[in-house]
């Protein structure tokens, strides 16, 4: 994955109304569903709970299936760009003990995964105004870069790969 930026304004202009979309579409089609679902296989004497919670969980199937026909469209860019920047700092985050741990003793990759992920976070944060953590992220960053320059190493986010995980 490569970092790339985006437009901070049109990313949660976007993001809220896909959200708000899909919180119509899956009211809609759950209230539909279900009441559908009663009408056709209820006698009006028992309870309707696992109607209604049928109707949830096929409304909810529904608005997955949409996100994912939809996640290619253009609009969807900046939103699809932040959802796999998290799943790839997510990845990251699983090994980062034994990532840190290559780093320190001079491994490239592991210093090109903890660069990513300290980029990577910081853009992300960045873009959710969680500026009270970056305070945080930049003693990580410097002592990163020490380390790179101990070892003559230039970090770059563009050379990082997932593959490079696979050795941790």
């Given amino acids: ?3 790339t930026d985006i437009n901070k304004a ?18 809609v089609s759950a209230l539909s569903i279900s009441t559908a679902l009663i009408y056709f296989f209820s006698d009006g ?10 109707g949830v969980v096929l409304g909810g199937g529904l608005v997955l299936q949409l996100l994912r026909h939809f996640r290619t469209h253009p609009y969807m ?3 699809m760009y932040v959802w796999d920047l998290k799943q790839e ?13 290559a780093a320190q003793q001079g491994n490239y990759h592991a210093m090109l995964a903890l660069h990513f992920s300290y980029q990577g976070s910081q853009q992300l944060w960045q873009l959710d105004d969680n500026t009270i953590t970056l305070d945080d992220l930049r003693p ?3 002592e990163l870069d020490k380390l790179a320059q101990q070892f003559n ?3 770059k986010t563009d050379a990082y790969s997932r593959d490079m995980l696979k050795e941790f």
Wanted: hydrophobic share 45%; net charge positive.
């Fill in 140 to 142: 990580l960053m410097n």
């Fill in 77 to 79: 860019h900046e939103i």
């Fill in 1 to 3: 994955m490569i970092l």
């Fill in 89 to 101: 700092l997510n990845l990251i985050n699983r090994r980062l003990r034994k990532v840190q741990q």
């Fill in 10 to 27: 049109q990313y949660r202009h976007r993001l809220n109304r896909v959200i708000i979309a899909c919180i119509v579409v899956l009211t």
């Fill in 153 to 155: 190493y230039e970090l």
């Fill in 45 to 54: 004497s028992e309870t309707h709970f696992m109607l209604n919670l049928t």
